[in-house]
């Protein structure tokens, strides 16, 4: 017996053959376009049916599979693909960051430049510090009368200014080094402080030998020279020596060796 009622198909959708039913199940195709608003789709059969838009695919008689795994497929690709940008994303950032961090700042660089700098600041000095107050105080052991230019005395001014000046600069420049954290500030210091000692004192006896053989020398100045002298050997060096020592200074600096 024929149904008394077919199926009306909204516009553009494919025309079902006679006495087709949608199987349990069933759905329309996602690419079809949405039936109108109010859309009656079962009509009597004597009502004719309206001319198909375009051949359609053949209607099925079981529920309609491809069109929901090909949504479950593409939702399945987004994650993937989006798992993959979240993950480039995440590598290229910690590389960014990686070779963005500034390289870290050791004592041992700044030993480097410390060494470095006192290496130049000391290159033209012909004596050591020992060998400049050896020099000093065989000058002194063999004074002429004041007021008399000794070549002796002269040398040994002559070295006492070149060692001076080296001093100062290397304190200047030292101060000029950046510090890192992991380096002995206090010794660093005391270094510093003692070497501005040192080239002070080298400074105070130079000059009283200038004042010497010019005459000008005050006996208070050279009983102030001789006490200079004598905290230097005693303190103000072995304790300069001993902070350069910590700070890995020693092998540069113009201790019990020349420098030139």
């Given at each position: 017996?024929?149904?008394?009622?077919?199926?009306?198909?909204?516009?553009?959708?494919?025309?079902?053959?006679?006495?087709?039913?949608?199987?349990?199940?069933?759905?329309?195709?996602?690419?079809?376009?949405?039936?109108?608003?109010?859309?009656?789709?079962?009509?009597?059969?004597?009502?004719?049916?309206?001319?198909?838009?375009?051949?359609?695919?053949?209607?099925?008689?079981?529920?309609?599979?491809?069109?929901?795994?090909?949504?479950?497929?593409?939702?399945?690709?987004?994650?993937?693909?989006?798992?993959?940008?979240?993950?480039?994303?995440?590598?290229?950032?910690?590389?960014?960051?990686?070779?963005?961090?500034?390289?870290?700042?050791?004592?041992?660089?700044?030993?480097?430049?410390?060494?470095?700098?006192?290496?130049?600041?000391?290159?033209?000095?012909?004596?050591?510090?020992?060998?400049?107050?050896?020099?000093?105080?065989?000058?002194?052991?063999?004074?002429?009368?004041?007021?008399?230019?000794?070549?002796?005395?002269?040398?040994?001014?002559?070295?006492?200014?070149?060692?001076?000046?080296?001093?100062?600069?290397?304190?200047?420049?030292?101060?000029e080094i950046?510090?890192?954290?992991?380096?002995?500030?206090?010794?660093?210091?005391?270094?510093?402080?003692?070497?501005?000692?040192?080239?002070?004192?080298?400074?105070?006896?130079?000059?009283?030998?200038?004042?010497?053989?010019?005459?000008?020398?005050?006996?208070?100045?050279?009983e102030a020279?001789?006490?200079?002298?004598?905290?230097?050997?005693?303190?103000?060096?072995?304790?300069?020596?001993?902070?350069?020592?910590?700070?890995?200074?020693?092998?540069?600096?113009?201790?019990?060796?020349?420098?030139?």
């Amino acid at each position: 017996m024929q149904s008394r009622w077919r199926f009306n198909p909204p516009p553009g959708w494919p025309v079902p053959p006679q006495g087709w039913v949608p199987p349990a199940g069933w759905s329309p195709d996602p690419s079809w376009p949405p039936a109108p608003a109010g859309w009656v789709f079962w009509v009597a059969a004597t009502v004719t049916p309206p001319v198909p838009m375009a051949p359609g695919p053949v209607w099925p008689t079981q529920p309609h599979e491809p069109a929901v795994s090909t949504r479950s497929g593409l939702a399945t690709a987004a994650k993937i693909a989006a798992g993959v940008l979240s993950l480039i994303l995440t590598i290229a950032a910690t590389w960014i960051a990686f070779i963005g961090l500034p390289e870290r700042y050791t004592a041992e660089q700044w030993r480097e430049r410390a060494v470095a700098t006192c290496q130049r600041d000391f290159a033209d000095v012909r004596l050591s510090l020992n060998g400049v107050l050896l020099k000093v105080a065989q000058a002194m052991a063999a004074m002429p009368p004041p007021g008399q230019v000794d070549a002796g005395m002269t040398d040994a001014t002559t070295s006492v200014g070149e060692l001076a000046r080296a001093f100062r600069r290397f304190s200047a420049d030292l101060r000029e080094i950046k510090v890192p954290g992991d380096l002995a500030r206090a010794d660093l210091d005391l270094f510093l402080t003692s070497t501005e000692e040192i080239a002070t004192g080298i400074e105070q006896v130079g000059d009283l030998m200038v004042n010497y053989q010019l005459g000008k020398a005050t006996p208070e100045q050279m009983e102030a020279a001789m006490t200079t002298l004598t905290a230097l050997s005693g303190d103000t060096i072995p304790q300069w020596q001993q902070h350069a020592d910590r700070l890995g200074l020693s092998r540069c600096l113009p201790g019990a060796t020349a420098a030139g």
